[in-house]
């Protein structure tokens, strides 16, 4: 992930701020209860003290379309709601980009849900380390065609350009 402090997670409390819990929902929940904090478990093991130092992301297909897109710290924790989980271990830094750009401009995804994953995909790609990531952000500001999602596309690539480090940003 980018260098730099991030604490890409949730934070549920109550209204009197007197109980807290660190971790993200990204599974569904009730929508005929009141909302409740996700439980999560105890941690165990050894406290990592870079923990934090990595982006994971998280897709929801259904019936083999992209319906979500997530990134958070690899140090938050995640209640998926009972869902399974396939873990990816092992993409490069590259791979994941291209992977992530190939979705920020893909003209065959649902109007409904293009918007939201096309700037969650440039978010991701904005926390990648790898040089990549930047070259494929000033791509995205650069050459992605005036259409209204294509619009918030370059706006998401320019803020991840913002934040870079990278003197290729300038």
């Excluded at 009197?16 to 904090?37: E, K, L, Y």
């Excluded at 790898?130 to 998401?156: F, K, N």
Aim: net charge neutral; charged share 25%.
């Amino acid at each position: 992930m980018m260098d730099g402090e991030r604490n890409l997670c949730c934070y549920y409390s109550d209204d009197a701020m007197s109980t807290g819990v660190r971790g993200c929902r990204i599974g569904p929940q009730a929508t005929d209860t009141p909302p409740t904090p996700p439980q999560f478990p105890a941690p165990t093991g050894p406290v990592r003290l870079e923990a934090g130092t990595q982006v994971t992301i998280f897709v929801r297909l259904v019936e083999k379309r992209l319906e979500r897109m997530r990134a958070l710290t690899d140090d938050c924790p995640v209640n998926a709601g009972g869902m399974s989980l396939h873990w990816l271990t092992g993409v490069s830094g590259v791979d994941s980009v291209a992977w992530l750009k190939a979705r920020a401009v893909d003209d065959t995804m649902d109007v409904d849900v293009k918007s939201r994953i096309a700037n969650a995909a440039v978010r991701a790609i904005a926390l990648h380390r790898d040089p990549s990531a930047v070259a494929t952000l000033i791509d995205l500001a650069r050459s992605t065609p005036l259409t209204p999602t294509a619009t918030s596309v370059r706006r998401e690539a320019m803020a991840g350009l913002g934040q870079s480090r990278d003197p290729r940003a300038l």
